[in-house]
């Protein structure tokens, strides 16, 4: 039995571990023409199916990639809308302790 991985879900060999819904089946590819899977065909035939899942891949990571960088932008935004929050809130303190201290002077 020979089933064709995934990236996510790689081949195995242990019939329990298989995935039910990927049964091979015994009829040709096409009306009339029969195909064996010999060792070198099968190899060549997985290493194809891999290569078609590259680009899958490198979409994943790629969106991995712009997620993480999003995150970390609005982190950045959320820091510095803080800091001006904070140096706002020292310039008030400061000017009420100055009104403070022209009141307690008259």
């Known amino acids: ?3 064709i991985g995934t990236i996510d879900r790689p ?4 019939p329990k571990k ?3 819904t990927m049964h091979p089946t015994s009829e040709p590819f096409a009306p009339g023409t029969t195909h064996e899977r010999t060792g070198a065909t099968a190899s060549r035939q997985n290493r194809n199916h891999a290569m078609q899942l590259i ?3 490198l979409a994943r990571a790629h969106m991995h ?3 993480r960088e999003a995150e ?3 982190r950045a935004v959320r820091l510095a809308a803080a800091r001006r929050m904070q140096r706002r ?3 008030a303190s400061l000017r009420a302790r100055r009104a403070l201290a022209m009141a307690v002077m008259q």
Do not use: I, K, V
């Open 18 to 20: 298989q995935d039910p």
């Open 89 to 91: 809130a020292e310039r």
């Open 11 to 14: 081949p195995t060999h242990d």
């Open 55 to 57: 680009p899958e891949a």
């Open 65 to 67: 990639d712009r997620l």
């Open 72 to 74: 970390s932008q609005r």
């Open 1 to 3: 039995m020979t089933a």
